[in-house]
């Protein structure tokens, strides 16, 4: 009786799901526009009460169509649950690895949603890189965390059909694939359990799905194999009202994953989805059997639907303003809905049902009305105590404009800013939303196809405890294979809340509704036009190290600079280095002073390792001071065309590796790939390196280089190598040095990328610190000029390497070989072929991950790569 005295005490308030997952308006996305056809689609859903979670293991894994198909066919709640970001993939697009390509991902799968009509969610399962067993992932997952993140989900969504995208055993291809399955199947029956993870309890109740399917494929299932074993349905039907069939918006969803080189074309006509039942009752005729996806599974709900009936069968494609007042009569309803006399279980899923719908009605009413709201703040950027501050000293204002684009009366009571973390409750309280209660507050008509436009100041006395605009999830240190996320409320959630919300109150012809929108930040680009880009609360001072990991084969000091840069005017202060025992810095420290917000200052420090710096790899970490207070974040701002500008905080620190190092050569010539940073790495152990681009590719220029390098995925990414490929190979027959990082064996641009034949594959060594076998100890390479010993693969990250070929030509030499528990020796991490005067190295080895990371190891293989014949 405690829980429903609380769920209704918030009901009346309508603030409690503020704190859950509920959707809000996408950061940095233009305010939406409706078309007719679209609300009508919107309408249509009003009227349906179902809900299907999809479960995966990454960004990429869901099936796009479905979700497609369920969200605009079925209309049906879709959310998608990956139980990761995809940290620990590869990046097609940019440099950007681990948590930066976390971030990309992650607003990848929102760009997807919006296209498919789905929801995002995640667990704090770390995408810790390529796994082979499910038993491996839960010795780095911690699975009891990864479950209880599910279960969450499934109480607050409430399914009534789970479906899988992988099945729980070997078939899934991948460890994470298999785990994702299995904790989905554990997850199905745990959530309707009270004794499982009681502390979520305060907030939801236990939910038992109808059934969960497993979602197969022609991937999984045997060629001939009889498909009439499993339940089947059509998810290639065209849907009139959005234009397109489900798979042609499955198309433009899963082209949302361009970091992962996931574009695709459209897929028209008949698609059949299979699904095998893998636990509660089986699906006979409908995906949705036994469950009343009607208003009548709501007690006193049959009233609402009958009066969304007559919206429906009123609604004016040319009108849509004349459906807005009986939209407000089933809002009316909706919001003085009463629930008597029935159990707990029952009222708590009612009032989901409630809050959902009256979420929708509220955003129809907007999309009937034309109502353009949006509150814009002239700075991306602002400290927390810049972006805060009363009338006389505001530094932000915020500019909303509000146009009503049809005829129906629309006065504005009442308007605020907040910082998202204040709460609701506490603007009641401190008399922020006076006009939602006043009998007669202050009334602005806004004229039909008039702009009204006025300013705001972000409340100072409903100030949240937001400190800066860092993902939640990489606030605090994490493991290898979990996020740290202490709050339950954020657990779940895809991103962030904007940093900062306008929330205005309306008077539309006797109803009162609010209504709210993001702080952002508009431009207009001269080639995109009007963009908008989050508001981000930055400290007063940010750190940057101008450099990935410092290298020091000797004694001899090094340069490295610092960037400081101000998140607000008049930042003044010192900066000094932290270095490890035996390590000096010169100067001790550098004082500061910046006079304008952004404003940047690079200084520099001499390092370098005394006596007593140990061998091996440390770290190095720049702290600023101002007014008393450390900082040691850096400003790390991400931004592609396809998602959201992002901006993250990484810690300012750096790897210092002090290693015995000799080298031969001294010009390395780069063509990058995909986008890496080893050429930075090859910089700091003393090589010249010139980056080129495929039209440097002739014979007269590539004379000059020791080496030349190809950055990882070239042959997957440079389409004028197909034709380019004589030229290097020339260049290798001249006595030139190739050497060929990590391609992957599908949709390379030639055939074959070496002299010889050799066949790529997906093999890989996933442990990476797996021992290792020297197959040639006389071989050049693990002797010249530096002497390799398995100690050079101890310290690797997340794997030891990836897409080793599978057969190759006898002119090929083999150099090593490692293998990951249980499997066949993988020989091919390094192939060798002499090649007239020169030679071609192609090497899976993941260099890419380590070099950055400051692996010693790494550094002295890869100088006798470009060492070899010298």
């Known amino acids: 009786m405690l829980l429903r005295s609380v769920l209704r005490t918030a009901l009346l308030a309508v603030i409690f799901t503020q704190s859950l997952i509920r959707p809000f308006t996408a ?238 074309s459209a897929q028209r006509g008949e698609a059949p989805e299979y699904f095998q039942l893998l636990k509660g009752e089986p699906a006979k005729t409908d995906l949705f059997d036994g469950v009343d996806l009607t208003w009548n599974r709501v007690p006193g709900g049959a009233t609402i639907g009958k009066m969304l009936d007559e919206v429906i069968r009123k609604y004016d494609p040319a009108n849509p303003s004349a459906s807005v007042a009986g939209l407000l009569k089933v809002r009316e309803e909706l919001v003085a809905f009463r629930i008597s006399a029935i159990s707990d279980s029952q009222f708590y899923g009612s009032f989901f049902w409630r809050n959902e719908k009256l979420t929708e009605v509220e955003q129809l009413i907007q999309g009937c009305l034309g109502l353009h709201i949006e509150a814009i703040i002239a700075s991306p950027t602002a400290t927390k105590e810049s972006l805060v ?3 006389k000293s505001v530094v932000y204002p915020v500019l909303y404009e509000i146009v009503n684009r049809s005829n129906v009366t629309v006065q504005l009571l009442d308007e605020v800013a907040y910082p998202s973390s204040a709460t609701l409750d506490k603007l009641y309280s401190q008399g922020g939303m006076q006009g939602m209660h006043s009998s007669n507050p202050h009334r602005i008509n806004i004229i039909p196809s008039k702009r009204h436009q006025d300013t ?30 202490e709050d339950l409320l ?78 607000k005017a008049s930042v003044k202060g010192t900066l000094a280095l932290s270095l490890p025992k035996g390590w000096t810095a010169e100067p001790a420290s550098i004082p500061f002073e910046l006079t304008a917000k952004d404003a940047e200052q690079t200084v520099q420090f001499r390092v370098q390792p005394g006596v007593g710096a140990a061998e091996g790899k440390s770290e190095l970490r720049a702290v600023a001071t101002v007014d008393g207070q450390a900082y040691s974040r850096g400003y790390q701002t991400i931004a592609y065309s396809h998602i959201p500008t992002q901006t993250l905080f990484p810690e300012a620190v750096a790897p210092l590796v002090k290693l015995d190092l000799r080298r031969k050569g001294q010009e390395i010539g780069y063509l990058m790939g995909a986008g890496d940073e080893v050429p930075d790495a090859l910089r700091q152990i003393g090589y010249t390196v010139t980056l080129l681009k495929p039209e440097d590719l002739t014979d007269q220029n590539l004379r000059r280089f020791d080496a030349v390098v190809l950055g990882v995925r070239a042959y997957n990414t440079l389409d004028r190598l197909k034709t380019l490929q004589p030229t290097l190979l020339r260049y290798v027959e001249n006595g030139g040095n190739l ?43 693990l002797n010249t000029p530096n002497k390799i010993t398995s100690k050079d693969f101890e310290g690797w990250v997340q794997e030891q390497g990836l897409y080793y070929p599978s057969q190759w030509d006898p002119k090929y030499q083999t150099v090593l070989s490692s293998q990951d528990p249980g499997e066949t020796a993988k020989q091919s991490a390094i192939l060798v072929a002499d090649y007239g005067k020169g030679h071609y190295i192609y090497t899976g080895l993941s260099l890419f991950r380590e070099l950055p990371a400051g692996v010693p190891g790494a550094y002295r293989l890869l100088t006798n790569m470009v060492s070899l014949g010298k």
């Open 27 to 264: 950061a940095a996305q233009a305010p939406k526009t409706w078309s007719s056809s679209e609300i009508l689609l919107g309408l249509k859903k009003l009227n349906v009460l179902g809900s299907a979670l999809y479960v995966a293991a990454h960004p990429d894994d869901e099936n796009t169509r479905l979700i497609a198909y369920l969200a605009n066919g079925r209309l049906v709640e879709t959310g998608y649950l990956s139980c990761t970001r995809g940290d620990g993939g590869q990046n097609l697009i940019g440099p950007e690895l681990r948590e930066g390509l976390g971030v990309i991902r992650t607003q990848e799968l929102l760009a997807a949603r919006r296209i498919d009509g789905g929801r995002q969610f995640f667990t704090r399962a770390n995408d810790f890189g390529f796994s082979k067993t499910p038993e491996e992932t839960f010795t780095i997952w911690d699975k009891e965390q990864v479950l209880a993140d599910m279960v969450w989900v499934i109480r607050q969504r409430r399914p009534d059909v789970m479906i899988t995208r992988f099945p729980p055993d070997a078939r899934a291809g991948h460890g994470h694939h298999t785990a994702s399955a299995m904790l989905a199947i554990e997850a199905f029956s745990a959530a309707a359990d009270p004794k499982r993870f009681p502390e979520q309890l305060q907030y939801v109740q236990p939910w038992q799905a109808k059934r969960l399917l497993w979602n197969t494929g022609s991937f999984f299932v045997k060629a001939g194999e009889d498909m009439s074993q499993y339940f089947k349905l059509d998810a290639g039907g065209f849907n009139p009202l959005l234009g397109q069939s489900y798979g042609e918006i499955a198309a433009r969803s899963r082209s949302q994953h361009r970091s992962q080189g996931f574009g695709s």
């Open 389 to 391: 501050q009363d009338k």
């Open 456 to 485: 705001l100041f972000i409340k100072e006395d409903s100030r949240g405890s937001i400190e800066s605009s860092q993902p939640y999830w990489l606030q605090k240190n994490g493991t290898v294979g979990m996020y740290t996320v």
């Open 490 to 567: 954020s657990r779940g959630k895809a991103e962030n809340e904007p940093a900062a919300k306008a929330r205005f109150i309306f008077d539309i012809p006797g109803h009162r509704i609010m209504l709210t929108v993001p702080v952002q930040y508009k431009s207009t680009d001269p080639v995109e036009g009007e963009k908008y880009r989050p508001l981000t609360v930055v400290p007063p001072v940010a750190v940057n190290i101008g450099g990935r990991a410092y290298v020091f084969a000797d004694n001899q000091p090094k340069t490295v600079p610092v960037t400081l840069r101000a998140g």
């Open 739 to 781: 050497v060929v990082q990590y391609v992957v064996n599908r949709g390379t641009v030639l055939p074959q990328i070496g002299p010889y034949p050799l066949t790529l594959s997906s093999d890989r060594v996933t442990v990476e610190n797996a021992p290792v076998t020297f197959l040639n100890p006389s071989q050049p390479l």
